[in-house]
Protein backbone atom coordinates (compact mmCIF):
# COMPACT_ATOMS: atom_id res chain seq x y z
CA UNK A 1 0.00 0.00 0.00
CA UNK A 2 1.20 3.53 -0.86
CA UNK A 3 2.02 5.92 2.15
CA UNK A 4 0.74 9.51 2.27
CA UNK A 5 4.14 10.71 0.94
CA UNK A 6 4.21 8.34 -1.83
CA UNK A 7 1.08 9.38 -3.02
CA UNK A 8 2.00 13.22 -1.95
CA UNK A 9 5.27 12.44 -4.83
CA UNK A 10 2.67 10.57 -6.94
CA UNK A 11 0.70 14.27 -6.83
CA UNK A 12 3.73 15.93 -7.79
CA UNK A 13 5.08 14.00 -10.62
CA UNK A 14 1.52 13.75 -11.89
CA UNK A 15 0.90 17.85 -11.51
CA UNK A 16 4.68 18.41 -13.54
CA UNK A 17 3.95 15.93 -16.59
CA UNK A 18 0.02 17.95 -16.94
CA UNK A 19 1.15 21.40 -16.51
CA UNK A 20 3.56 20.37 -19.00
CA UNK A 21 1.83 19.03 -21.67
CA UNK A 22 -1.73 20.45 -20.77
CA UNK A 23 -0.61 23.95 -19.60
CA UNK A 24 -0.22 25.96 -16.26
CA UNK A 25 -2.87 25.39 -13.85
CA UNK A 26 -3.52 28.91 -13.98
CA UNK A 27 -4.43 29.41 -17.58
CA UNK A 28 -6.36 25.85 -18.22
CA UNK A 29 -8.21 25.85 -14.69
CA UNK A 30 -10.29 22.79 -13.67
CA UNK A 31 -12.88 22.68 -16.91
CA UNK A 32 -11.36 20.81 -19.18
CA UNK A 33 -10.15 17.85 -17.00
CA UNK A 34 -13.75 17.97 -15.42
CA UNK A 35 -15.50 17.53 -18.55
CA UNK A 36 -12.73 14.66 -19.38
CA UNK A 37 -13.79 12.72 -15.90
CA UNK A 38 -17.20 12.73 -17.22
CA UNK A 39 -16.64 11.22 -20.25
CA UNK A 40 -14.23 8.36 -18.31
CA UNK A 41 -16.90 7.70 -15.86
CA UNK A 42 -19.08 6.33 -18.58
CA UNK A 43 -15.83 4.43 -19.98
CA UNK A 44 -15.52 3.02 -16.46
CA UNK A 45 -19.09 2.29 -16.18
CA UNK A 46 -18.72 0.21 -19.95
CA UNK A 47 -15.90 -1.88 -18.20
CA UNK A 48 -16.31 -2.03 -14.77
CA UNK A 49 -13.29 -4.46 -13.95
CA UNK A 50 -10.79 -2.40 -15.69
CA UNK A 51 -8.57 -1.00 -13.68
CA UNK A 52 -7.07 1.36 -16.34
CA UNK A 53 -10.56 3.00 -16.06
CA UNK A 54 -10.05 4.03 -12.03
CA UNK A 55 -6.58 4.99 -12.75
CA UNK A 56 -7.67 7.81 -15.32
CA UNK A 57 -10.55 9.15 -12.59
CA UNK A 58 -7.86 9.42 -9.85
CA UNK A 59 -5.82 11.21 -12.51
CA UNK A 60 -8.33 13.50 -13.86
CA UNK A 61 -9.93 14.32 -9.96
CA UNK A 62 -6.29 15.04 -9.57
CA UNK A 63 -6.05 17.24 -12.15
CA UNK A 64 -9.25 19.06 -11.67
CA UNK A 65 -8.45 19.63 -7.83
CA UNK A 66 -5.34 21.08 -8.34
CA UNK A 67 -6.27 23.56 -11.46
CA UNK A 68 -8.97 24.63 -9.27
CA UNK A 69 -6.45 25.49 -6.39
CA UNK A 70 -6.47 22.91 -3.99
CA UNK A 71 -3.01 21.27 -2.87
CA UNK A 72 -2.71 17.82 -2.01
CA UNK A 73 -2.75 18.56 1.49
CA UNK A 74 -6.17 20.43 1.27
CA UNK A 75 -7.64 17.67 -1.24
CA UNK A 76 -7.10 15.02 1.43
CA UNK A 77 -7.75 17.09 4.17
CA UNK A 78 -11.19 17.80 2.62
CA UNK A 79 -11.55 14.10 1.65
CA UNK A 80 -10.91 13.05 5.26
CA UNK A 81 -13.48 16.10 6.68
CA UNK A 82 -16.03 14.94 4.10
CA UNK A 83 -15.86 10.93 4.98
CA UNK A 84 -16.19 11.74 8.74
CA UNK A 85 -19.86 14.13 7.14
CA UNK A 86 -20.68 10.92 5.54
CA UNK A 87 -20.20 8.77 8.61
CA UNK A 88 -22.75 10.94 10.04
CA UNK A 89 -25.35 10.51 7.56
CA UNK A 90 -28.50 8.29 7.04
CA UNK A 91 -28.29 6.51 3.60
CA UNK A 92 -31.25 5.81 1.77
CA UNK A 93 -31.82 2.45 -0.30
CA UNK A 94 -30.46 1.53 -3.80
CA UNK A 95 -31.81 3.70 -6.30
CA UNK A 96 -32.40 1.72 -9.79
CA UNK A 97 -28.88 2.65 -10.98
CA UNK A 98 -27.53 1.31 -7.94
CA UNK A 99 -26.22 4.43 -6.81
CA UNK A 100 -27.12 5.45 -2.37
CA UNK A 101 -27.77 9.04 -1.45
CA UNK A 102 -27.70 10.40 1.62
CA UNK A 103 -31.07 11.70 3.48
CA UNK A 104 -30.51 15.13 2.61
CA UNK A 105 -31.72 16.80 5.67
CA UNK A 106 -29.19 15.05 7.93
CA UNK A 107 -25.75 16.71 7.54
CA UNK A 108 -24.54 17.51 11.11
CA UNK A 109 -21.43 19.42 12.24
CA UNK A 110 -18.67 17.45 13.53
CA UNK A 111 -18.17 19.07 16.72
CA UNK A 112 -21.78 19.77 18.05
CA UNK A 113 -23.52 16.68 16.46
CA UNK A 114 -26.17 19.21 15.62
CA UNK A 115 -28.38 18.92 12.27
CA UNK A 116 -27.69 21.54 9.99
CA UNK A 117 -30.33 23.98 9.48
CA UNK A 118 -32.22 22.97 12.83
CA UNK A 119 -33.12 25.85 15.50
CA UNK A 120 -29.57 24.63 17.63
CA UNK A 121 -27.48 24.69 14.77
CA UNK A 122 -25.07 27.25 13.98
CA UNK A 123 -21.43 27.20 12.28
CA UNK A 124 -18.70 26.01 14.77
CA UNK A 125 -15.36 28.39 14.79
CA UNK A 126 -12.85 26.30 13.56
CA UNK A 127 -14.57 23.36 12.23
CA UNK A 128 -13.56 21.91 9.05
CA UNK A 129 -16.57 19.94 8.73
CA UNK A 130 -18.10 20.23 5.07
CA UNK A 131 -21.60 21.71 7.16
CA UNK A 132 -19.95 24.25 8.87
CA UNK A 133 -17.43 25.48 5.73
CA UNK A 134 -20.65 25.74 3.59
CA UNK A 135 -22.37 28.16 6.53
CA UNK A 136 -19.65 30.51 6.85
Known sequence: MASESELQQFWTDHAEWSQ?????????GP????NHLAKEVQEALAK???PSEYAD??????DAARRSGLSFDGLIGVARGKLEVN?????????DDGSVEHVRDELRCLITKS???SDDWM???GCSCVSCLQAK
Open 31 to 34: AGPL
Open 57 to 62: LLLLTF
Open 123 to 125: AEP
Open 87 to 95: KLRKWGNPN
Open 115 to 117: VCG
Open 48 to 50: PSD
Open 20 to 28: KTFGPDNVR
